[in-house]
T-cell receptor, first 111, second 112 residues
Framework: GQSLEQPSEVTAVEGAIVQINCTYQ??????LSWYQQHDGGAPTFLSY????GLEETGRFSSFLSRSDSYGYLLLQELQMKDSASYFC????????????FGTGTRLTVIP | DAGVIQSPRHEVTEMGQEVTLRCKPI?????LFWYRQTMMRGLELLIY????????DSGMPEDRFSAKMPNASFSTLKIQPSEPRDSAVYFC??????????FGPGTRLTVL
């Protein structure tokens, strides 16, 4: 089976930095993705890590440690518009493109 | 490109009726996915296609659910007969590769 764990809610102040963690258990592992979803909207892709280390894209960074079955999404210089749900998702089969999504972390940015 | 297109955006129907959801993937994307999202169960993969062929339908909850992809630019998800517990937001997504899926706006289905 597969399981993903991430905090259900996080609150942070505008301008601050927040880290959203994700731990996973899968029979196979080929990559960890992060998606953002605003209320009433569709998930949108943020990042993908297949190898250990940090990937940076603007204010967002994503980290993966395969040995620890752990990753995180780091959001810097938080803005009010970053209030949304953030999902980690694993690709657990080689040659396949299906993803297994976590239950999501609802981030609330306060002034 | 217009992105992934789904129709209808909202559907309200009565229990027992047939529901058909439609999806047009982004041109050139070989993979198409159908997801269902609810508060209780989160985002669940129902089925996905590669080059119009169903690859994994293990997420389809029951025989009442069926999906087809007759060509590269069109897919349907059908529920017959529908039940109140099928109420959810159904997303279609497509991708040309494994590290980024593009989601459509979703269809919000309410079964009374």
């Amino acid at each position: 089976g597969q399981s993903l764990e991430q905090p259900s809610e996080v609150t942070a102040v505008e301008g601050a930095i927040v880290q959203i963690n994700c731990t996973y258990q899968t029979s196979g592992f080929y990559g960890l993705s992060w998606y953002q979803q605003h209320d009433g909207g569709a998930p949108t892709f943020l990042s993908y890590n297949a190898l250990d280390g940090l990937e940076e894209t603007g204010r967002f960074s994503s980290f993966l440690s395969r040995s620890d079955s752990y990753g995180y999404l780091l959001l810097q210089e938080l803005q009010m518009k970053d209030s949304a749900s953030y999902f980690c998702a694993v690709r657990s089969q080689t040659g396949a493109n299906n993803l297994f999504f976590g239950t999501g972390t609802r981030l609330t940015v306060i002034p | 490109d217009a992105g992934v297109i789904q129709s209808p955006r909202h559907e309200v129907t009565e229990m027992g009726q047939e529901v058909t959801l439609r999806c047009k993937p982004i041109s050139g994307h070989d993979y198409l996915f159908w997801y269902r999202q609810t508060m209780m169960r989160g985002l669940e993969l129902l089925i996905y296609f590669n080059n119009n062929v169903p690859i994994d339908d293990s997420g389809m909850p029951e025989d009442r659910f069926s999906a087809k992809m007759p060509n590269a630019s069109f897919s349907t998800l059908k529920i017959q007969p529908s039940e109140p517990r099928d109420s959810a937001v159904y997303f279609c997504a497509s991708t040309p590769r494994h590290n980024e899926q593009f989601f459509g706006p979703g269809t919000r289905l309410t079964v009374l």
